[in-house]
């Protein structure tokens, strides 16, 4: 039960007349109050404005509002934040195709394509390194800016298109300042992956232009400090730097950025289908040294892509951690 | 005996009804009840307060364990991975994650709305103070809720499930704290009859 107000407490302890100051109820000089005549407390009705129900809906329509311009600010044309890189927009669904496409028989007339193992294997067996599924991570750390991790997502995301799915793949370009400029790629940051057979965990630090992107977790930081410095990278923190399942780890490129001069996103994914071509020779027996290692490290699945030619005669040549 | 003549009839004069009493005279604040203690509603932060907890030290267990959260209903603008790890995850200038000092809020939200239900179980008034502080607070909230709601929506273009939902329970506690500093004050007046 509500607690009267002090004042009022002060009436009943005073044997309930009136405090000082407070004037009494009128009454006619000549009809003293009768008996029957009481006092009560009555609750006086507050204006439609001070009611709860009124401040509720006020502040909702308020915070809707504030939400509704945040959406209308980010959907403009012109409205690119100093976070996000200007060059990013979602790929086209042909280029899609291609490199999610690149057909068995293409994979298994390049092979290694000429490319040297890049996958060093981890030394002292540690523990695995898994994702939220449980299920053995392949860890990427790069930037968009940089030219090399631009020619090393080309392999990455055919590699990973064996075993799942990409989701809000954007394309970008390396920085236009740095050397092999505006090498034409893929951007990680703000993608998604889903698979049965393998996690997938991406770090792109900074856009194109420089500015900061992802933060690694101190889980990462602990990867990144123990694996991407000697003897498995020649430079600490170097990048593109990826781990895969503490098994193997792959410091920098085995795709000449170089060779990608010049070509859009559109010429780099016609060249996926010509076995001839040194583009594609590259990209894809890169890719396919990934595919080996994936199906290393969970198992040989899915028996598809593991128990391919090329992918079966690569994984053998594996080192084992 | 008068016959036909005036007759005089006395009636008992109605009595006088005094006016009425300060009903139309605005309460002064000595006439506010003061609120009762605890309530659903304090209940009702209460458990927003646990809830948020749960979540907050969900996500920065996740954060230091450096493992991905499960993210329902994955894709399209909703990526929880791209969010939880980017520079807008931490305390600016720290390493910090912003989910500690949310863990922080839900953890003084929580206290505020136990103190009221302290009180009415000794069966005392909840502090004056208690409302008005606890709307203060949930104000903080919200306004740290529009700043990551704007980083997620204008700077990332992508929302995580989780940190909707925390934003959600910081939004239901600032309605429930206004609704209970507002019906806790009950304006009240003298009347006669």
Known sequence: MARPSRRRRQELTAGGTPAAGRPAPARTPSSPTPSRYRTQRVKVPRPWWQSPWAWGSAITVVVVAVIVVFIVVANRPAATSSAASNANQPVPASVLAAVTGVSSSVSDTIGAGGVSNPLEPVSGSPSALTGPTGHPELFYLGAEYCPYCAAERWSVVIALSRFGTFSNLAETTSSSSDEYPNTHTFSFYGASYSSSYLDFASLETADRSGNALQTPTTAQQTLINTYDTSPYSSQNGGIPFMDLANSFIVSGTAVPPASLQGMTWEQIAATLTDTQSPVAQAIIGNANWLTAGICKVNGGQPASVCGSTAITSLESQLGSS | ?193
């Open chain 2, 1 to 193: 005996m008068p016959v036909g003549g005036d007759r005089t009839v006395t009636q008992t004069p109605a009595p006088s009804r005094p006016a009425p009493a300060a009903a139309d005279a605005p309460p002064d604040a000595d006439d506010v009840e003061e609120p009762e203690s605890g309530g659903a509603g304090a209940w009702f932060l209460l458990a927003l307060g646990v809830i948020g907890l749960g979540v907050s030290a969900y996500l920065t267990t996740l954060h230091y364990a450096g493992v991905a959260a499960i993210c329902p209903g994955a894709g399209g603008v909703v990526n929880c991975q791209a969010v939880l790890s980017s520079t807008y995850s931490s305390v600016p200038g720290t390493s910090v994650p912003v989910t500690v000092p949310g863990m922080l809020w839900f953890i003084v939200s929580g206290s505020l709305a136990a103190a009221s239900l302290l009180a009415a179980r000794r069966g005392v008034a909840e502090p004056t103070w208690l409302r008005p502080v606890h709307l203060g607070w949930t104000v903080v909230g919200l306004l740290a809720v529009l700043y990551f709601v704007f980083c997620e929506v204008v700077e990332l273009h992508e929302i995580c499930v989780w940190c909707t939902s925390v934003h959600v329970m910081v939004f239901l506690s600032l309605l429930v704290a206004v609704a209970r500093l507002q019906v806790g004050r009950v304006p009240t007046a003298d009347e006669t009859e």
